[in-house]
């Protein structure tokens, strides 16, 4: 079996022979010098390593995309044969990880100030990260609020999400769209916390933030009325709090996704925000009104 998948990434690759491995161009970055080693445990195992520094999901994730690494459980393999990714699907994956390959972690740049600007104080989540002059479809360039999708089910990285941001970060940028998704992103999420106790699933990263924020809870943000609706969980989420955006496609979607998580036996509530408002409208209005920081 290593043999095998050695063989398949060499050559899917292009990989070169460097001393007892192999060095070939990493999937998940723009590689201008090879910097993905290659080798073979004692044990048999195929070993694949950035030395530029792309973390591990996001080269695994590239080389599935790219059909040189094959999935983790039997169930996973299954769905991937039912939902096969058509070849400018992959190319998108590919592109989006890449993305976050390039970004850095959050603190200290324009993405926690437009944060701190919403009044979210919390810790930034790991997989929100720091994209710098990123190319909008406009041609102009700006800093990124950046977000790793993976896949519901098995925690798959398949998609970045984007929201572009004015130059000092204190507000988005004033481009239509400010916020844009790529890769494979239906049926994921913004994982923003571990499962722990009640699990909070909202719309948006910056209302989902809130609510956790406010609560103390972990949370999740499905991106999209749609996302929400498409949203598939593993099995150990039992205890889900929707955030119900106050409008009616939020409110339809996350009845839908109700319905559908009740029935797969899974405890259900709703915390509904008032008409033409989500849960970061209510952290704003509360610090107006000299309410808590958190």
């Given at each position: 079996m290593s043999v095998d998948l050695t063989e398949h990434l060499i050559a899917g690759l292009h990989a070169k022979r460097s001393g007892q491995g192999w060095l070939a161009k990493c999937p998940a970055h723009d590689d201008a010098n090879p910097s993905l080693s290659i080798n073979v445990g004692k044990d048999g195992t195929v070993l694949v390593y950035c030395?530029?520094?792309?973390?591990?999901a996001a080269v695994i994730a590239s080389l599935?995309?790219?059909?040189?690494?094959?999935?983790?459980?039997r169930q996973d393999r299954?769905?991937?044969r039912l939902e096969p990714l058509r070849s400018h699907d992959r190319r998108k994956v590919a592109s989006a990880l890449q993305l976050w390959c390039r970004s850095r972690p959050a603190d200290g740049t324009p993405v926690e100030r437009y944060l701190r600007s919403r009044n979210i104080i919390r810790a930034v989540p790991r997989r929100i990260r720091y994209l710098e002059r990123a190319k909008h479809p406009s041609g102009s360039r700006h800093p990124v609020m950046i977000g790793l999708i993976t896949q519901g089910l098995d925690d798959q990285p398949s998609g970045v999400h984007r929201t572009f941001l004015a130059a000092d970060g204190l507000s988005k940028a004033s481009v239509s769209p400010d916020k844009m998704m790529l890769g494979r992103c239906a049926g994921g999420i913004?994982?923003?916390?571990?499962?722990?106790?009640?699990l909070l699933i909202g719309e948006g990263?910056?209302?989902?933030?809130?609510?956790?924020?406010?609560?103390?809870?972990?949370?999740?943000?499905?991106?999209?009325?749609?996302?929400l609706t498409a949203l598939r969980l593993p099995r150990e989420c039992r205890d889900i709090i929707i955030l119900v955006d106050g409008d009616d496609p939020g409110r339809m979607a996350s009845k839908h996704a109700a319905e559908r998580w009740c029935a797969e036996g899974r405890r259900v509530r709703l915390a509904t925000a008032p008409d033409g408002t989500d849960f970061n409208d209510l952290l704003r209005?509360?610090?107006?009104?000299?309410?808590p920081d958190e």
């Open positions: 030395h530029a520094g792309c973390q591990q599935r995309a790219m059909d040189l690494w094959p999935g983790g459980s299954a769905r991937s913004v994982k923003l916390g571990a499962i722990s106790g009640p990263i910056e209302t989902t933030l809130s609510a956790m924020q406010t609560t103390g809870l972990s949370g999740w943000a499905a991106l999209s009325t749609s996302g209005a509360s610090k107006a009104l000299g309410g």
